[in-house]
């Protein structure tokens, strides 16, 4: 028996109208298609998310690089810098020290003068390097992660404070 010849021999069963059964076959067509796109569409969504990680982990490669290079580049700037003040500074503040004592003949207001400078040196010293050192981290793939694994923020959290998610 061949397949139309059983839908024919159900079309014909007594007790059920012709148009019942095949509303019924049409239905039971139509929910396979569903869950033949259903099941397409998870492929898919597993496809999807496979490559997004994927494309995390390079994001998290690159940024490993970007953040080694950051960190040696920042070593050097240290030194260099270094070295450069103690011989730019160290002759800046000998010259401004002749001056001042020249000027006011007191060694301990030449002396607090310089020390102010120096202090403000460091000082700028200090946040150009706690600047440098903020640019490594891994600030995109901990944003692509958090996409990848947890639902989006909402961006307007201040409309309702009550509000829960």
């Not at 067509?29 to 492929?43: K, N, R, S």
């Not at 800046?92 to 006011?104: H, K, M, N």
Request: proline letters at 3%; a negative charge; hydrophobic letters at 50%.
């Amino acid at each position: 028996m061949q397949p139309s010849e059983s839908s024919e021999a159900a079309a014909e069963q007594p007790g059920q109208p012709v148009s019942t059964q095949a509303a019924l076959t049409k239905s039971a067509e139509q929910a396979l298609d569903q869950l033949a796109e259903i099941a397409a569409l998870g492929h898919s969504v597993k496809q999807a998310y496979t490559s997004q990680l994927k494309l995390t982990g390079q994001i998290a490669a690159a940024e490993w690089q970007l953040t080694g290079r950051s960190l040696t580049i920042a070593a050097a700037l240290v030194v260099c810098f270094g070295a450069g003040m103690i011989l730019l500074w160290g002759s800046i503040l000998a010259v401004l020290g002749y001056v001042l004592f020249q000027l006011s003949s007191s060694v301990a207001m030449t002396a607090t003068a310089l020390l102010l400078l120096q202090f403000a040196l460091l000082f700028w010293c200090w946040r150009s390097l706690a600047y440098v050192l903020s640019q490594a981290g891994f600030s995109n793939t901990w944003r692509q992660l958090q996409l990848l694994l947890f639902r989006p923020q909402k961006e307007n959290t201040d409309a309702d404070p009550t509000a829960t998610d």
